[in-house]
């Protein structure tokens, strides 16, 4: 499959504009030329991201400017950086719009909270792409919270990508929280099992959070937690009060969860049997001999192979490191996947999930079977840098554009040696301003126990 960069784009388009509107023209030296820039394209987000501070290795997590916050929290810094590449003839006129959602990223329809007129900028930092890049040519950058921009409530926040001609287009978006911390908060990691529909390990975890709270809260409203892997923002699992399940639809298997206690003596929130999975699989593209800046695919030097319960590399708990990659080499590289399914092709369909895609696959991630070779296929273009990945397994739904059913132990098994860190949000109900979901506490464990901010 072949892809353009904007440039290329426009040019081809210019041809077959020419082409189709005069087909009984004559082209010659004196032929009337139609320039690129009487071609309206629009910008493509080829990908964005978030992370703490200006550190790509820390969780987009903001303390709020609160004076009597007093709890020991595992992350959070005082703003954070998102950055997102675009090819664009020129640096787009893009706005950033900040929209305060639900603890399940609904967006709130609420004027108190998402106030147009403070949140949003068009402040953004611009730089060009490497000469050699093929797939985009500007880089953006907005550090948050600024002057302009604030944030007064805490909870879940989306940044959305928009044009200054386009209000009405989404061009990208990125998670984030911001939190006052109002409880203290603890998580622990037990070994379980479940029952995997594969024939691989059955390891799991249960995992069990305990809050106190540092001030008088209501207790009813002291009643969601929300469970991340690290950078896996997509990938929520939800211990609610609720009737309501709302994993049973992202994920292929289901988990019990439990609350009980009170928020002051100590309240609990607990799910269990969730999949242990493996440790990620790492592609470095920090090598420009193996990937060449080239618009033709490179392939991986082997197949990916399935695995149950081993790992050869320790990982970087899902993120994307970048920062040893030089300027000029601070681009994409086109890379096809290759996974061997050892004669065994999946029912379901299969995708690439990792660092360079948010941990998101949609459309664009799925591989294709290859009946010939029979290997699984994927051609995509990722952006240099150490990156965390692995292959999971789902349906994809054509209405919401998500992948459902997700499940990853069909191809990686599973280990509870894998190390990969686990993030709890607690949120408390607050009835203010029309009332939101707050993020009040944060918790974070692995394998080798709690995690405190040093």
Known sequence: MKYFSYRAFTQTMTTLFIVFSYPNLSLGQDTLEIKEA????????????????DDERLPPIIISDNKNNTANLPFGEQFITIEFDVDASVPPSFYAKFVHCSYDWREDDNVFLNDITLLRTSNIMWESSPVLSYYYTYRGKLQVPNEQVKFPFAG??????????DNETVYGEARFFVINPKVESEMYLYSDFYEPEPKVTPSAFNVEILTA??????????????IYRNNRWYEPYYITESFSNPNEQLYKYKFQTMVSGFSVAGKIFRISGIPAENAYRILNLGNIAMFPNISTPVRLPLSDLRRNGMYYERDDDGIMITRYITHSDDNYAFVEFLLDPEGWVSKYDVYVSGSFNNWKPDANWQMYYDENDRYYHLRQWVRRGRHNYLYATGKYNYETARVEKIAYD???????????????MIYYREFDYGGYDALVGIAAANIYGS???R
Do not use: C
């Open 451 to 453: 995690i405190r901010k």
């Open 156 to 165: 879940n926040w989306k940044m959305k990508l928009y044009d200054l001609y």
């Open 213 to 226: 709270s540092l001030q008088q809260l209501y207790d009813s409203r002291l009643n969601t937690a929300v």
């Open 410 to 424: 069909e191809f990686e098994g599973n280990t509870v040696t894998s190390g990969s860190t686990l993030i709890a």
């Open 38 to 53: 009487d071609i309206k394209v629009p910008p493509q987000v080829r990908m964005i991201r978030a992370y703490g501070k």
